[in-house]
């Protein structure tokens, strides 16, 4: 491949490279009960949001104002954080683990010369990092990435892991040049909103059949073939 048909492969984490078995969930309820005395919403739909996302909506569902909420967000995150940590290593828990053919892929975008490794997540920074250790990936293998820090709106996220890539290559990255590969249909509309080719799999709350729904350019039920998913990222 010529440089100018670089890939860069941009990986969802939760129900793509690894399920944490409801850490995120219970360390976000833990902090909005403790910041605001609320839980949030039983039942809220967390797939596909960022984590200040996830904050408002459920603080706005109890009727918080978006003044309220913006007071409370840094206190909430946090917690948030904090108890994130000691939820993704409690024995009374299931550990994180990674989803089938991710350690494979994720060595197999590392070592190819036309493929740049980069996340794209709702986590936070500092989640994502905790997330990804748990599961004994180092999050330093990702050359770049753009994270719920960056943006509450998930769409935005994928212009801003674009950026970083070019500014990672040195020279423009087109939106057809990303690959977003996520497991719900906020990753595939985050991927389309800059003209990146997505890549859905079925391996988090969502079925092949909803995922083909969104328009994604392929959909695969896991991560497991990494000849064809390699070749899927690097010429879907």
Request: proline content about 4%; hydrophobic content about 45%.
């Amino acid at each position: 491949m010529t440089s100018g048909s670089m890939r860069v492969a941009l990986f969802d984490i939760d129900g793509t490279i690894l399920l944490a078995h409801g850490a995120g969930r219970r360390a976000m309820e833990r902090a909005l009960l403790d910041v605001t005395g609320t839980p949030g919403p039983g039942g809220q739909h967390y797939a596909g949001k960022t984590d200040r996302q996830i904050v408002r909506e459920a603080l706005r569902t109890n009727g918080f104002s978006d003044a309220d909420v913006n007071r409370h967000m840094p206190a909430i995150l946090d917690l948030y954080l904090s108890s994130l940590e000691s939820e993704l290593s409690a024995a009374e828990h299931e550990p994180t683990f990674l989803l089938p053919g991710v350690g494979a892929i994720l060595d197999a975008c590392e070592g190819h010369d036309a493929v740049l490794l980069g996340l794209l997540t709702g986590n936070l920074i500092q989640g994502a990092d905790r997330k990804l250790r748990a599961a004994k990936v180092d999050p330093a293998r990702f050359s770049i990435g753009a994270f719920g820090s960056d943006h509450e709106d998930r769409p935005v996220l994928a212009a801003i892991a674009r950026e970083r890539a070019a500014q990672h290559l040195q020279r423009e990255v087109a939106g057809a040049s990303c690959v977003v590969i996520g497991d719900t249909p906020a990753d595939v509309e985050c991927g389309l909103a800059i003209g990146a080719r997505t890549i859905a799999v079925a391996t988090g709350n969502y079925t092949s059949g909803q995922l083909r729904e969104t328009g994604a350019h392929l959909v695969l039920e896991d991560l497991a073939d990494t000849p064809v998913v390699l070749e899927a990222i690097l010429n879907v």
